[in-house]
């Protein structure tokens, strides 16, 4: 939904800059909340308190940007305490919503209300769905402090007064959150030999070849299937080389589906599709040229930015 508003005159911030704050507004708020739709919802409502206040007010704000930035992160804090306990209840893992990669699927650009939600959301480090999954692990102070500081460079001082903290706590936050990051990071292979194991590793599962998928995945690979909504979830993770080449050739004999190497989270990844309709996104993380976890989202709920456009 589009922010419409009158211009506030000459002394007053001008409504295209106002207005042209929503990009990075997305950006913070994807990577604190993990759904591009709440994320949008977060942004929205922030807009939608910017336009309540009298206009004297906000011809007082000196820096729009700051008080959109400071609302729509306190906003997601608020939003990530009550997403703990509806995901405790959510119908299998919770995955973060994945993004696809505008220049692919997208026709409209950045700066109109047309524009399509992934082109907002920069496909940087800080959105692979290996770091998207450990910022879940973080409480929600820990995930406000360390994505405002280091992801996005604001001041502890800035952050204190959004989180409500002093700028030592925050410090301490963040660094805590840091260092959940740096336990989980694995160097990875560059983007180009990436796509080629995703390549092989899409032939071997269309061609039900069990030994190639073996071939292709770490020994103690991990798939996490997140359905939720009206789709059945896997209970527990699949653990192993084998057990998940099995499952994929399962699938493969079980129903008709089409493979697309797509981007996904600013990653090579893979599409499922059925009868011309998503029905599951794939993330990868691949270290030492071996598949080391499968994320598989298959809510449709988070697969409208894959169908929709």
């Not at 992801?151 to 936050?173: D, H, K, M, N, W």
């Not at 963040?174 to 080629?196: C, G």
Request: hydrophobic share 45%; charged share 25%.
């Amino acid at each position: 939904m589009g922010i419409t508003g009158t211009g506030h005159g000459p002394a007053g911030p001008d409504v295209s800059d106002v207005i042209g704050e929503r990009r990075q507004l997305t950006n913070i708020a994807y990577r604190l909340l993990g759904s591009l739709a709440d994320a949008e919802d977060a942004v929205q409502e922030a807009y939608a308190r910017w336009y309540a206040m009298p206009r004297a007010e906000r011809e007082a704000v000196s820096s729009p940007g700051a008080w959109l930035t400071t609302v729509t992160s306190r906003i997601c804090l608020n939003l990530l305490g009550s997403a703990r306990a509806r995901r405790e209840t959510y119908v299998g893992e919770w995955i973060p919503e994945p993004l696809p990669d505008g220049t692919e699927w997208g026709t409209a650009r950045t700066g109109g209300a047309a524009a399509d939600p992934a082109d907002r959301v920069t496909l940087d480090e800080s959105v692979g769905m290996a770091f998207l999954v450990v910022l879940e692990a973080m409480t929600p102070a820990e995930r406000v402090a360390f994505v405002l500081h280091d992801v996005f460079r604001y001041s502890f001082a800035e952050v204190a007064r959004i989180v409500g903290r002093t700028p030592a706590a925050c410090r301490q936050l963040a660094s805590s959150a840091r260092r959940r990051i740096r336990a989980t990071q694995s160097a990875a292979p560059p983007r180009d030999r990436q796509a080629e194991i995703l390549r092989e590793f899409r032939r071997a599962w269309e061609a039900k070849d069990i030994g190639g998928l073996v071939g292709l995945l770490d020994p103690e690979a991990t798939a996490i299937a997140d359905g939720g909504g009206l789709v059945q979830a896997v209970d527990v993770p699949i653990v192993g080389a084998e057990r998940i080449a099995s499952a994929c050739v399962g699938i493969a004999e079980r129903v008709e589906l089409t493979l697309l190497e797509r981007t996904v989270n600013g990653r090579p990844g893979l599409v499922s599709v059925q009868d011309g309709v998503t029905v599951a996104v794939l993330a990868f993380e691949i270290v030492d040229d071996r598949i080391r976890r499968i994320w598989s989202v298959r809510n449709p709920e988070k697969l409208r930015a894959w169908t929709e456009g």
